[in-house]
Antibody, heavy 118, light 108 residues
Framework: QVQLQESGPGLVKPSETLSLTCTVSGGSVSDYYLNWIRQPAGKGLEWIGRTYIRGTTDYNPSLQSRVIMSIDTTKNQLSLRLSSVTAADTAIYYCARAGATGREFDVWGQGNLVTVSS | EIVLTQSPGTLSLSPGERATLSCRASQSVSNIYLAWYQQKPGQAPRLLIY???ARATGIPDRFSGSGSGTDYSLTISRLEPEDSAMYYCQQFLTSLVTFGGGTKVEIK
């Protein structure tokens, strides 16, 4: 079955760009809407955005000016870039696959903790 | 943006009891776009219910979802110790996803 694995630096300096990768195994990155979702420690979930190679890319309006998501079909990977980070961007970042209706998330990675600190 | 308000904040019940979790939307949500997740400490969320009432693959039938318009609920008919977790509702409308703040279920 499809599995997702996030990877990337665990520490990013304020004002720099956070970059994460989600590798898809057991399936093709071209076949699904893939999403990034984050969760600050002890807090709730925040959707960052979604992308689909054969469709549109949608971002959370609150982050839209700083976010870029893209797909690399040769590596079967989804990527996230979040610019001008602050301490408020410290969170566990998850990639997740959209499910049967395209509006829920049925497969999740294990998450990648990113801390923004100098 | 649709705001989802979950209640209660914490639910403390005994094994075998029935748990009813509420999720209220700030405006009407299409039924097919309401989902529920379970999250245990240190783990990613797990999809329980999608499309308001459809159970995800492998989810026991003691979990059920219902609702319409602005009011939705997740019911756990007979609590088991492993149901101790945070539960989140989620909606998707006009290409914007939002989550509720969560309900913590504690098993006495």
């Amino acid at each position: 079955q499809v599995q997702l694995q996030e990877s990337g630096p665990g520490l990013v300096k304020p004002s720099e760009t956070l970059s994460l990768t989600c590798t898809v195994s057991g399936g093709s990155v071209s076949d699904y809407y893939l999403n990034w979702i984050r969760q600050p420690a002890g807090k709730g979930l925040e959707w960052i955005g979604r992308t689909y190679i054969r469709g549109t890319t949608d971002y959370n309006p609150s982050l839209q000016s700083r976010v870029i998501m893209s797909i690399d079909t040769t590596k079967n990977q989804l990527s996230l870039r979040l610019s001008s980070v602050t301490a408020a961007d410290t969170a566990i970042y998850y990639c997740a696959r959209a499910g049967a209706t395209g509006r829920e998330f049925d497969v999740w990675g294990q998450g990648n903790l990113v801390t923004v600190s100098s | 943006e649709i705001v989802l308000t979950q209640s209660p904040g914490t639910l403390s019940l005994s094994p075998g009891e029935r748990a009813t979790l509420s999720c209220r939307a700030s405006q009407s949500v299409s039924n097919i776009y309401l989902a529920w997740y379970q999250q245990k400490p240190g783990q990613a969320p797990r999809l329980l219910i999608y499309g308001t009432s459809a159970r995800a693959t492998g989810i026991p039938d003691r979990f059920s979802g219902s609702g319409s318009g602005t009011d939705y609920s997740l019911t756990i008919s007979r609590l088991e110790p492993e149901d101790s977790a945070m539960y989140y509702c989620q909606q998707f409308l006009t290409s914007l996803v939002t989550f509720g703040g969560g309900t913590k279920v504690e098993i006495k």
